[in-house]
């Protein structure tokens, strides 16, 4: 599955599958979910009647039938046009699916009994609970949780990057996705879907608009559209009692026709194609979207809640600089600090030994080969090696330190504290080394900033969306990330409830937030969200709680899913106000048309100056039917998206959407016109 690469805009087959799927939406079962264009074909079908009978209703004239046959081919063209602009949105989905259908395939797997003993079974009889072993080389067989092992798997079939990520038991990375590959070693996994249920599933239902449920604004739209296709229809059914009574006689196909070109034909046309689009975009963008409501939200959202490490910063914070404290030896700390670290596996614990053996490289160090390495834990906040002789080396928090050597008797240097705050103020994260009951010094842990991150932030600020970064580092180290990287505001020493409470904090303001999130003890605060984006690397209760799984597992990919959502609402919002502009040029057209013979003052409105009445007509139709697929380009690329304030986005939408929808039907019409009218008078109309 491509990431962010450029595709055709339509294919040989999106394009012959379009069209198949265009005539079958004729169908009123289907044609009755777009109340709109459901009106379009049933004056469809009435026109289609008067062409065989077109003396029905009482009109009369010695072209009638043929001019009910044009109408009617019009009608027919654009009640098609608008099921062909819906079909090519669908159509580049199942396009999608078809690649992610291909990695579907059911495979072989090695299920492990109670007794221990393997069995070989296909995937689709995996059941949920099921323990398999898959080793290198060997396909995933369904959605899991790894138990025991640690491998590289390779999720390019999904993800379309080659990178192997690596999985284990217990922790953020333990999930894994039925279809991708074990590229080492072996895994063992918990089967945690059943066929049919399982993460690929969803996705494919998804990109194939299976599952797609229209969105409260969505609803909110189709609701006004259908409320001004009923004031409309109103309108021309009482237009004709007043045409009889001044003596105008209007055939039932001309006020088919005007009411037509009436209603909202063209964002009724294009509404579903708009919704489906926007899934596109993010799908494209290697990110599921689980609802289409998530991608509407996208484009409201107020707060961002975005966590520090791994989005914010790069997450691994490297050793810089080695500092020691009052009279102690720089050399002394550098010894004592790669001591405490050469069994510590940790990205930190290899960047000190790193560091440390570029500074100083004559350090021996066979003395703590076979010491005992005191792991890390929340409870101690330190970690280290004993001596054989007795002697305790640490590494850790400034207070977890401090209160060790307090324990031992020993005392704390004037200038820790100083050295710790000036870390801490640069950003860093800083541990302090010691031996028993002596400090030594701090090591300074920098955290980098994601590069461009200021920009991006200040492009959101400029769009009205806030940034919250929340992090367990301190007050002081929290503060310097965050202006460094130029969030709104921070949340220091956060633990998970804290994230629920941000949230809650917000929403209760009336604002719509998003947040990321990777881990199990994530999966309340992605839940409470209004957009919750869940990293596929993650953990199967995230993906769970989100409405959002990102395929690329980058969490900064939030700033550009709120992009797209922001861009679906203005595209929605620019054809809309582009199509009812269009019914004012429309009406310029046709109203005139049908009274100017019979009231000789309505001429005055005849501002194109049409040929004639029927040519007047016919222009206008025609041009509310071809409008639809020269937007079809515009609905499925989105209207161009710069951030900016709301009122500046309302006034340029209505400059360009607005006056453009106006001045386009003018230009349209006229040009259709001058084409047809020429024709209409050599078949006699």
């Known amino acids: 599955m491509s990431t962010n690469k450029k595709s055709k805009f339509i294919t040989k087959d999106i394009l012959k599958s379009s069209v198949v799927s265009a005539f079958k939406k004729l169908n009123p079962k289907s044609m009755i979910k777009n109340p709109v264009m459901f009106v379009v074909e049933i004056g469809f079908i009435v026109t289609l009647l008067l062409c065989f009978f077109p003396n029905i209703f009482g009109a009369s004239g010695e072209h009638l039938r043929s001019y009910n046959i044009i109408v009617s081919i019009i009608l027919f063209i654009t009640v098609l046009f608008a099921n062909f602009a819906e079909a090519v949105a669908e159509g580049r989905g199942k396009a999608q699916a078809q690649s992610l259908k291909k ?3 059911d495979t072989t797997a090695r299920r492990i009994l109670p007794n221990g003993e393997e069995e070989i079974i296909s995937s689709s009889e995996l059941k949920k609970g099921d323990i398999v072993l898959v080793q290198a080389g060997e396909v995933i067989p369904n959605d899991g949780e790894v138990i025991e092992g640690i491998a590289s798997v390779d999720e390019s079939a999904i993800t379309g990057e080659s990178a192997p990520v690596v999985k284990e038991s217990g922790g953020d990375f333990a999930s894994v996705t039925g279809g991708t590959t074990v590229a080492s070693d072996w895994l063992k996994i918990e089967i945690t879907s059943s066929p049919g249920e399982s993460f690929l599933d969803k996705m494919i239902a998804m990109v194939e608009g299976a599952s797609r449920q229209k969105t409260p604004n969505e609803i909110a739209l189709n609701t006004l559209l259908v409320s001004l296709t009923i004031i409309f229809l109103i309108v021309i059914v009482t237009l004709y009692p007043i045409a009889l009574y001044c003596g105008v006689e209007i055939p039932i196909s001309t006020l088919i026709a005007l009411t037509v070109c009436l209603i909202p034909t063209t964002i009724g046309a294009l509404l579903s194609a708009i919704g489906i689009a926007g899934m596109d975009r993010v799908t494209r963008f290697n990110v599921i979207a689980l609802s289409g409501k998530a991608v509407e939200a996208c484009g409201d959202v107020d707060t961002m809640i975005l966590d520090k490490t791994g989005t914010i910063t790069f997450g691994n914070r490297l050793a810089s600089e080695f500092i020691p404290v009052e009279n102690q ?9 790669l001591a405490c ?3 510590d596996d940790t990205p930190e614990g290899k960047s000190i030994v790193e560091l440390a053996n570029q500074m100083d490289d004559n350090i021996d160090v066979s003395a703590y080969k076979n010491a005992p390495f005191i792991e890390f834990t929340a409870q101690t906040k330190m970690s280290g090696i004993d001596l054989p002789d007795g002697t305790k080396i640490r590494k850790g928090a400034g207070e977890a330190i401090i209160q060790y050597v307090k324990e031992q008797n020993g005392i704390i240097p004037s200038d820790l504290s100083e050295k710790v705050s000036d870390v801490s103020k640069l950003g860093g994260t800083p541990l302090v080394v010691c031996v ?62 804290d994230k629920i409470e941000a949230i809650k904090k917000e929403q209760l303001e009336g604002k719509i937030v998003a947040m990321t999130g990777d881990g199990t003890n994530d999966a309340p605060a992605l839940a409470q969200a209004d957009v919750g984006l869940a990293m596929n690397s993650g953990t199967t209760a ?39 502009a269009n019914d004012v040029a429309k009406y310029f057209a046709i ?3 049908m009274f100017m013979l019979v009231i000789p003052q309505m001429n005055v409105l005849n501002i194109m100056h049409l040929a004639t009445p029927n ?18 380009p515009l609905a499925m690329k989105g209207v161009k998206y710069k951030p900016m304030s709301s009122s500046k986005m309302l006034a340029k939408n209505m400059l360009v959407y607005g006056l453009g929808g106006v001045l386009t039907p ?3 019409i006229k040009l259709i016109d001058l084409i047809i009218a020429p024709l209409l008078r050599m078949i006699g109309l």
Not at 545 to 574: C, F, H, W, Y
Request: net charge positive; hydrophobic share 45%; aromatic share 6%.
């Open 341 to 343: 670290s050469i069994k």
């Open 436 to 497: 028993d009951n002596v400090i030594y010094g701090v090591i300074y842990l920098k955290d980098t900033v994601k590069p461009g991150l200021v920009e991006r932030f200040k492009r959101l600020r400029e769009i009205g969306i806030k940034t919250i970064m929340c992090t367990g580092d301190n007050p002081l180290t929290a503060a310097t990330i965050a202006q460094e990287a130029g969030v709104d505001g921070f949340i220091a020493e956060c633990k998970p409830e």
């Open 666 to 668: 003018f230009i349209g």
């Open 591 to 593: 109203i005139p048309a």
């Open 329 to 337: 030896k720089r050399s002394s700390l550098i010894k004592y600090s």
């Open 103 to 105: 990695t579907q395939k």
């Open 542 to 580: 995230a993906k769970e709680a989100a409405n959002m799984v990102d395929l690329d597992s980058d969490p900064t990919k939030i700033l550009e899913v709120v992009e797209i959502g922001k861009q679906l609402l203005i595209t929605r919002g620019s054809l809309t106000t582009f199509s009812i």
């Open 615 to 632: 040519s007047a007509i016919l222009s206008a139709l025609v041009f509310n039917a071809i409008i639809i697929p020269l937007l079809i």
